[in-house]
């Protein structure tokens, strides 16, 4: 199963729940509101990643509370924060996407460095314990090893995989990758791409190419694109995001390495600033090392422990 236990997702934000939550209880533990704390509290919920506007909205609530008279104190404030941020998270569709028929293809896309590949892994074992089948499709031909990689984790979850030869075209790959999806009867296409940069050009427009040799094989794939996002990265990843929405049409984001930072705010900054969700959080080295993302199991994660203090 998914390791969907508040337990590991705790281990998992431990950084992020000490730079978010634990700001605020030092900012706020024991005291009482007045408008110049918080004003304090903007500073601080800023410094944790979530981004300007969404700070700035948390921080009005806080204070249109506070003049009205329901909010005095800084448990008050904590709990307006947590009812917030989670209403902000809500709403949206965290499943993987499926096909109504055929193969439902997910393309998988980020820059050099995210764990993009092993992320692909995660992907694929989620799928796996969601009894889908799973083909897996080795696309970045660009990385030297990449394939070999990918291929290796094929090995040890027991699923199929296409390859091509490195510097293969990728757009063939995913072509020769969606026939096979479709002779075979997979489940579920992954795709992985090559890693690149949000500036380089030509490599975007392979996407694009990429994109439309699935689209032509089976009607409406992709059905699903994620960006792998290095959560260690905190605020810019947004400007990756920008780009690959642009390019790729993002539905959704893998956000990998949670456990090895403090700035699991970016969640909240991704959201705000394109619409689109955090699907999956990668929370270690091993596939086993993910879970779908749960808002309010999030949101209660970075601030464990506020109400024993």
């Given at each position: 199963?998914?390791r969907?236990?508040?337990?590991s997702?705790?281990?998992?934000?431990?950084?992020?729940a000490?730079?978010?939550?634990?700001g605020?209880?030092?900012?706020?533990?024991?005291?009482?509101?007045?408008l110049a704390?918080?004003?304090?509290?903007?500073s601080?919920?800023?410094?944790s990643d979530?981004?300007v506007v969404?700070?700035?909205?948390?921080?009005?609530?806080?204070?249109?509370?506070?003049?009205?008279g329901?909010a005095?104190?800084?448990?008050?404030?904590?709990?307006?924060?947590?009812?917030?941020?989670?209403?902000?998270?809500?709403?949206?569709?965290?499943?993987?996407?499926?096909?109504?028929?055929?193969?439902?293809?997910i393309?998988v896309?980020?820059?050099?460095?995210?764990?993009?590949?092993?992320?692909?892994?995660?992907?694929?074992?989620?799928?796996?314990?969601e009894?889908r089948s799973?083909?897996?499709?080795?696309?970045?031909?660009?990385?030297?090893?990449?394939?070999?990689?990918l291929?290796?984790?094929?090995?040890?979850l027991?699923?199929?995989?296409?390859?091509?030869?490195?510097?293969?075209?990728?757009?063939?790959?995913?072509?020769?990758?969606?026939?096979?999806a479709?002779a075979?009867?997979?489940?579920?296409?992954?795709?992985?791409?090559?890693?690149?940069?949000?500036?380089?050009?030509?490599?975007?427009?392979e996407?694009?190419?990429?994109?439309?040799?699935?689209?032509?094989r089976i009607?409406g794939?992709p059905?699903e694109?994620?960006?792998?996002?290095?959560?260690?990265?905190?605020?810019?990843?947004?400007?990756?995001?920008?780009?690959?929405?642009?390019?790729?049409q993002?539905?959704?984001?893998?956000?990998?390495k949670l456990?090895?930072?403090?700035?699991?705010?970016?969640?909240?900054?991704?959201?705000?600033?394109?619409?689109?969700?955090?699907?999956?959080v990668?929370?270690?080295?091993?596939?086993?090392?993910?879970?779908?993302?749960?808002p309010?199991?999030?949101?209660?994660?970075?601030?464990?422990?506020?109400?024993?203090?």
């Amino acid at each position: 199963m998914i390791r969907s236990t508040m337990s590991s997702l705790r281990r998992g934000v431990q950084r992020s729940a000490a730079a978010i939550g634990g700001g605020l209880r030092s900012l706020l533990h024991g005291r009482n509101l007045d408008l110049a704390l918080i004003e304090q509290l903007e500073s601080t919920l800023v410094a944790s990643d979530v981004g300007v506007v969404v700070a700035r909205e948390l921080v009005e609530a806080v204070r249109e509370q506070f003049r009205a008279g329901t909010a005095t104190t800084g448990r008050d404030a904590v709990s307006i924060v947590k009812q917030r941020l989670k209403q902000r998270l809500s709403g949206d569709d965290l499943k993987i996407a499926r096909a109504a028929s055929g193969p439902t293809v997910i393309l998988v896309v980020g820059v050099n460095g995210s764990g993009k590949t092993t992320s692909v892994a995660k992907i694929a074992h989620v799928l796996q314990n969601e009894n889908r089948s799973v083909l897996l499709a080795a696309a970045d031909t660009f990385r030297a090893g990449a394939v070999a990689q990918l291929a290796t984790w094929a090995q040890r979850l027991g699923v199929d995989i296409v390859k091509g030869s490195e510097g293969a075209d990728p757009a063939a790959v995913a072509f020769d990758a969606a026939n096979a999806a479709l002779a075979r009867g997979a489940d579920t296409l992954v795709v992985d791409t090559a890693g690149r940069l949000h500036t380089q050009d030509g490599l975007m427009r392979e996407l694009g190419k990429i994109r439309s040799v699935l689209g032509k094989r089976i009607p409406g794939a992709p059905h699903e694109t994620l960006l792998v996002l290095d959560a260690t990265t905190g605020q810019s990843a947004l400007a990756q995001a920008r780009v690959f929405q642009d390019a790729a049409q993002i539905t959704g984001v893998f956000l990998a390495k949670l456990d090895g930072t403090a700035r699991g705010g970016s969640v909240l900054a991704i959201r705000e600033a394109f619409g689109v969700p955090v699907k999956l959080v990668g929370l270690g080295e091993t596939p086993e090392d993910v879970q779908s993302f749960d808002p309010d199991s999030f949101v209660d994660a970075l601030f464990d422990g506020w109400e024993e203090q």
